[in-house]
């Protein structure tokens, strides 16, 4: 088990900037990957990058490739979401999520955190 708790989400004007951080615990060990996805009420859950554990291979969805920064703390088991120049159409409930080795897909997500973006 991998459990995955985040922080620093809040209210910031447009243009402005946030970091979240997703603090890793448990079987640490096994995880291949982290990311992280967002969610506006009645839509899908949208990828917004992910960080390969092993190696630090890092990929963005072009909506935020730019303007975010995905970062980790390999001693801390911890990875980071720098937002900058952030656009109303940002807000969403941003989650952390965790990927296993031998799973195809993110198979542990954190409880999420509320980034709203004022204009």
């Known amino acids: 088990q991998v459990q995955l708790v985040e922080s620093g989400g809040g209210l910031v004007q447009a243009g402005g900037s946030l970091r979240l951080s997703c603090a890793a615990s448990g079987r640490t060990e096994r995880m291949s990957a982290m990311g992280w996805f967002r969610q506006v009420p009645g839509k899908e859950r949208e990828f917004v990058g992910t960080i390969i554990w092993d190696g630090g291979s890092i990929s963005y969805a072009d909506s935020v490739k730019g303007r975010f920064t995905i970062s980790r703390d390999s001693a801390k088991n911890t990875v980071y979401l720098q937002m900058n120049s952030l656009k109303p159409e940002d807000t969403a409930v941003y989650y952390c999520?965790?990927?296993?080795?031998?799973?195809?897909?993110?198979?542990?997500w954190g409880q999420g955190t509320q980034v709203t973006v004022s204009s």
């Open positions: 999520s965790a990927r296993t080795l031998l799973s195809f897909s993110y198979n542990y």
